[in-house]
């Protein structure tokens, strides 16, 4: 794989999150009733991070929960012979709450299907809104984000690598030419 272009750093990375909160805010008329969940893995810390945001701006602590969505994967067979399976933490009732569901990048939107499938076996909120970092196109599916911190138009031979400082020590977001 062969690197391109850097197209966020950290601070683009902390103002897209700033703008996403704001926007989330508006929407919904405040912070009632909202809940965040982040799709394992980037997802999670992107999850925090917009409800420390939402806290600052509101006072309120929005609740947070992790969502994983390997079982629910179309291409599960594709991915691995032993997938990992990781831990699914919804603390709390999803029934009648609007739940803002985030993700690092949006592509062929199978992912996001997946994860809806996921998060209804949970209960049945009111409405699921998306977030995302970056929503890169090449849509196979009928979904789109609510949210978006950056579009980004891409090839499919190019790759888009998010790095977040609790997973990857720095906070970046790639484009790499896959070969």
Do not use: C
């Not at 704001?22 to 893995?41: C, F, P, Q, S």
């Not at 196979?140 to 998010?162: C, F, H, M, Q, W």
């Amino acid at each position: 794989m062969n690197f391109k272009a850097t197209i966020l750093e950290s601070g683009d990375i902390a103002r897209a999150l700033t703008r996403i909160a704001h926007e989330i805010l508006e929407r919904n008329k405040g912070a009632a009733d909202l809940a965040l969940i982040g799709v394992h893995t980037r997802g999670i810390p992107l999850a925090a991070r917009l409800g420390a945001k939402l806290r600052e701006l509101e006072g309120v602590d929005v609740p947070l929960g992790k969502l994983d969505i390997t079982l629910y994967r179309d291409d599960l067979s594709e991915i691995a012979h032993q997938p990992i399976v990781r831990k699914t933490e919804v603390p709390f009732d999803i029934a009648r709450r609007k739940v803002v569901l985030i993700d690092d990048v949006l592509y062929t939107g199978r992912t996001v299907r997946a994860a809806l499938d996921a998060l209804t076996d949970l209960g049945r909120p009111s409405s699921i809104q998306l977030a995302v970092l970056i929503d890169r196109g090449h849509r196979e599916l009928p979904i789109r984000a609510d949210y978006v911190g950056k579009n980004l138009p891409t090839a499919r031979s190019e790759v888009v690598k998010v790095k977040l400082a609790e997973s990857d020590e720095a906070d970046v977001v790639e484009l790499w030419e896959d070969e």
